[in-house]
């Protein structure tokens, strides 16, 4: 039956909208960092990026699939993978400019605290609930804060807060070992420049779902893959374009005749997003019970715990990466030829037996459990790492006090 599902879901990501974040590699970029900066293991990482994947999973997938395909969504009710509520508000975690409400700078700054605090709760929270047992509560504390991450990451992606020149502001852009450079996360500059309506600049981001002939949608604006190339969903046809004429601003500006201007601009935006998620942990561990509740899952060792669950986790991660490419969103629909390696691999369910590929870290650990598993059994698996959502309300609890149910931003804390 989930066999079924994920071939349904597969084919709902084919023509889903476009309300991605950062395609699936750069997520995933940006969470690799953020376990090697805290010390998580591989097992806690991959559980993170399945909570990372969530918004993107239950979000515009779910909600094509809702739309268009009446009968697979009752299997996927069948199955606990459809939720309504879960649909509603995974929406509001993406930074997208939903029926343009966001338009100042401290409702963005509501959206950041606001999600903050909550993210902060619920892992304090977890804790305290006697009636978890230990796996369950450790799996909530990885996915939630993954999903947190996603929506932190998602603001560099979805806006134009690296088109901004910072040199010429009080908060500099920050020089990296590498030789790039990064803007300043929201809460670095935040804390210098104080209140966020008095900012020389008003943050914009893509307007969500797109409006033919409106500038700053949610097509013009992302960062969300290295070529800045997309489907113009508000155009008839919905033809791939180069949005580089959108990204001609900031410190680095993209040049649409310009491969390595535009990687270079993108990179910026992945950059900020990695230094604004681990920053996001930290300040997340400034609240005692929530960094209690990371501590205690950041080091699981799930390979001896459960030969299930690392069974599941295997499959999950398989299950993401193929949707992912299938949807033409792990780095594109048209990505380089050193990332289309890996979609390829994935898709026909094979590694290079020579063991020469040039994939290496986590990327190489997913494909290679695929081609243990096969991707048809990898498809069988049910598991606890998706029908936790629902389950737990995970998604809606973190969008609450940012969206309501009618589909609408809520800029209050009650």
Same mark, same amino acid.
């Given at each position: 039956?989930?066999? $079924?599902?994920?071939?349904?879901?597969?084919?709902?990501?084919?023509?889903?909208?476009?309300?991605?974040?950062?395609?699936?590699?750069?997520?995933?970029?940006?969470? &690799?960092?953020?376990?090697?900066?805290?010390?998580?293991?591989?097992?806690?990482? +991959?559980? /993170?990026?399945?909570?990372?994947?969530?918004?993107?999973?239950?979000?515009?997938?779910?909600?094509?699939?809702?739309?268009?395909?009446?009968?697979?969504?009752?299997?996927?009710?069948?199955?606990?993978?459809?939720?309504?509520?879960?649909?509603?508000?995974?929406?509001?975690?993406?930074? +997208?400019?939903?029926?343009?409400?966001?338009?100042?700078?401290?409702?963005? +700054?509501?959206?950041?605290?606001?999600?903050?605090?909550?993210?902060?709760?619920?892992?304090?929270?977890?804790? @305290?609930?006697?009636?978890?047992?230990?796996?369950?509560?450790?799996?909530?504390?990885?996915?939630?804060?993954?999903?947190?991450?996603?929506?932190? &990451?998602?603001?560099?992606?979805?806006?134009?807060?690296?088109?901004?020149?910072?040199?010429?502001? %009080?908060? @500099? /852009?920050?020089?990296?070992?590498?030789?790039? =450079?990064?803007?300043?996360?929201?809460?670095?500059?935040?804390?210098?420049?104080?209140?966020?309506?008095?900012?020389?600049?008003?943050?914009?981001?893509?307007? =969500?779902?797109?409006?033919?002939?409106?500038?700053?949608?949610?097509?013009?604006?992302?960062?969300?893959?290295?070529?800045?190339?997309?489907?113009?969903?508000?155009?008839?046809?919905?033809?791939?374009?180069?949005?580089?004429?959108?990204?001609?601003?900031?410190?680095?500006?993209?040049?649409?005749?310009? %491969?390595?201007?535009?990687? @270079?601009?993108?990179?910026?935006?992945?950059?900020?997003?990695?230094? %604004?998620?681990?920053?996001?942990?930290?300040?997340?561990?400034?609240?005692?019970?929530?960094?209690?509740?990371?501590?205690? *899952? $950041?080091?699981?060792?799930?390979?001896? +715990?459960?030969?299930?669950?690392?069974?599941?986790?295997? *499959?999950? /991660?398989?299950?993401? /990466?193929?949707?992912?490419?299938?949807?033409?969103?792990?780095?594109?629909?048209?990505?380089?030829?050193?990332?289309?390696?890996?979609?390829?691999?994935?898709?026909?369910?094979?590694?290079?037996?020579?063991?020469?590929?040039?994939?290496?870290?986590?990327?190489?650990?997913?494909?290679?459990?695929?081609?243990?598993?096969?991707?048809?059994?990898?498809?069988?698996?049910?598991?606890?790492?998706?029908?936790? =959502?629902?389950?737990?309300?995970?998604?809606? &609890?973190? %969008?609450?006090?940012?969206?309501?149910?009618?589909?609408?931003?809520?800029?209050?804390? @009650?």
């Amino acid at each position: 039956m989930f066999r $079924k599902i994920l071939a349904i879901v597969s084919l709902a990501a084919l023509l889903s909208s476009p309300a991605f974040g950062f395609d699936t590699l750069w997520h995933a970029d940006a969470n &690799q960092k953020v376990a090697d900066a805290f010390g998580f293991n591989s097992y806690a990482r +991959d559980i /993170m990026q399945l909570g990372n994947f969530a918004p993107d999973f239950f979000g515009p997938v779910a909600e094509y699939a809702a739309g268009h395909l009446p009968k697979p969504l009752e299997i996927m009710n069948q199955e606990g993978l459809n939720n309504l509520q879960v649909r509603q508000f995974a929406i509001f975690l993406h930074f +997208d400019n939903l029926n343009s409400e966001l338009d100042s700078n401290s409702k963005f +700054d509501h959206i950041f605290n606001q999600l903050l605090h909550t993210t902060q709760s619920l892992l304090a929270n977890y804790n @305290k609930q006697h009636d978890l047992d230990e796996r369950t509560r450790k799996i909530l504390v990885l996915v939630t804060l993954g999903a947190s991450l996603h929506v932190v &990451q998602d603001f560099y992606s979805h806006s134009d807060w690296i088109h901004n020149d910072f040199d010429k502001t %009080a908060v @500099k /852009m920050v020089r990296l070992p590498s030789g790039d =450079y990064r803007a300043p996360t929201w809460f670095e500059f935040r804390d210098k420049a104080h209140d966020p309506d008095k900012w020389p600049f008003q943050v914009k981001t893509g307007i =969500y779902p797109p409006v033919p002939g409106v500038l700053n949608t949610h097509t013009h604006m992302n960062h969300d893959n290295s070529r800045l190339i997309y489907k113009e969903y508000e155009e008839p046809g919905q033809p791939l374009q180069s949005q580089a004429p959108y990204h001609s601003l900031g410190p680095v500006p993209a040049s649409e005749q310009n %491969a390595g201007a535009i990687l @270079k601009h993108q990179q910026l935006a992945v950059n900020s997003a990695i230094a %604004a998620s681990i920053e996001w942990v930290k300040k997340v561990e400034e609240n005692g019970g929530a960094k209690s509740a990371i501590d205690s *899952a $950041k080091n699981w060792d799930l390979g001896k +715990d459960s030969s299930k669950l690392t069974k599941e986790l295997e *499959a999950g /991660m398989a299950v993401e /990466m193929a949707l992912s490419c299938a949807a033409g969103r792990w780095d594109g629909e048209n990505p380089p030829l050193d990332k289309d390696a890996a979609c390829r691999s994935v898709l026909a369910s094979r590694i290079d037996p020579t063991g020469k590929g040039s994939l290496s870290g986590w990327k190489a650990k997913v494909v290679a459990a695929i081609a243990g598993l096969g991707l048809p059994v990898a498809l069988n698996y049910t598991g606890r790492f998706w029908s936790i =959502y629902g389950q737990y309300s995970i998604l809606d &609890q973190l %969008a609450s006090g940012i969206g309501s149910n009618a589909g609408h931003y809520t800029f209050s804390n @009650k």
